[in-house]
């Protein structure tokens, strides 16, 4: 897979489809590679008549990491934030927009319809704030504005995505990854065992890299409430939840939409805090379309 340098960093990504065709930047997670993004799902999109490129967000997958920069305690974080004060992370969420921004630059395309999934929509949101000459629509799926009085995740699904994975071992490395794809997934749509195993086992032996996830999460914290700067958004924009979704509720989406003008919300009954694979061309569809029109 090829790497590009993006807003001066080494950016892991793939593309699909007709490169004459309309672009599609879908930006991952919290801790995600690119390869979290269901193929058919990918292989979808592209069908529709898309570009579609997916990359790896700095600290994560294959794109460059920051090994030497330590992420504030969590706890501490929120409570230093709580009393007003700030606290210096390695890097934010607008850093990670503008990588997004510089691979457009750097793959020589002016512009994209982006999509971004749980923190990725969080920096599909930047993209629409700070970078509206790069967004020709904007997909935000599972994600939320960060205002503090949202409904909060389900233990279980915090604890499951904090927890310290083992320290080697690429069987209990897989356990790790399917206890959170379990406990954030979908629970109206099964995911049979040999499937998830082998889907969790290519990630692990693609990267391994739980230090990214603490600096990634900062940035997410040091963010706060984005709902005034979601007002910048001019993109049509299209907010897509799960109702059943354990780690970011569906009022995180509700509110999303709310504070972007003319924003259209799709609520999927029995849908987590995952793509299931019953619901990849209900999600193409909507997704299509709404790029399509725009």
Not at 39 to 44: D, F, G, I, S
Not at 181 to 197: C, F, K, M, N, Q
Not at 230 to 245: F, K, M, N, R, S
């Amino acid at each position: 897979m090829p790497q590009i340098t993006s807003n001066n960093l080494r950016i892991e990504y793939e593309t699909f489809g007709d490169a004459g065709r309309p672009a599609m930047l879908m930006v991952m997670g919290l801790g995600a590679q690119l390869t979290l993004w269901p193929m058919q799902l990918v292989e979808a999109l592209a069908a529709r008549g898309f570009q579609v490129i997916c990359y790896d967000n700095r600290d994560i997958g294959l794109s460059q990491k920051f090994g030497k920069v330590r992420a504030p305690g969590t706890m501490r974080q929120v409570l230093m934030q709580r009393l007003g004060f700030n606290v210096k992370v390695p890097y934010t969420l607008s850093d990670m927009a503008a990588d997004g921004a510089g691979l457009l630059d750097a793959l020589g395309i002016k512009s994209a319809h982006i999509v971004g999934a749980s923190m990725g929509g969080m920096i599909a949101q930047h993209l629409g704030f700070s970078h509206p000459d790069k967004v020709l629509s904007l997909t935000s799926i599972m994600s939320t504005t960060g205002h503090p009085k949202l409904p909060q995740a389900q233990k279980a699904a915090i604890a499951a995505l904090t927890k310290r994975p083992p320290l080697s071992g690429e069987a209990a490395l897989v356990e790790h990854g399917m206890n959170i794809a379990r406990t954030i997934g979908s629970p109206a749509y099964h995911v049979a065992e040999d499937v998830l195993r082998e889907r969790v086992r290519r990630g692990v032996r693609r990267s391994f890299y739980p230090a990214g996830l603490p600096r990634q999460l900062a940035a997410i914290i040091a963010d706060g409430d984005r709902r005034a700067r979601l007002a910048g958004v001019t993109a049509p924009t299209l907010v897509i939840h799960g109702e059943d979704d354990p780690l970011i509720p569906a009022q995180g989406g509700m509110d999303t939409a709310a504070h972007i003008a003319g924003a259209e919300l799709r609520i999927f009954p029995g849908m987590g805090h995952d793509l299931p694979a019953e619901l990849i061309y209900p999600l193409a569809d909507a997704i299509a379309e709404h790029a399509s029109a725009h």
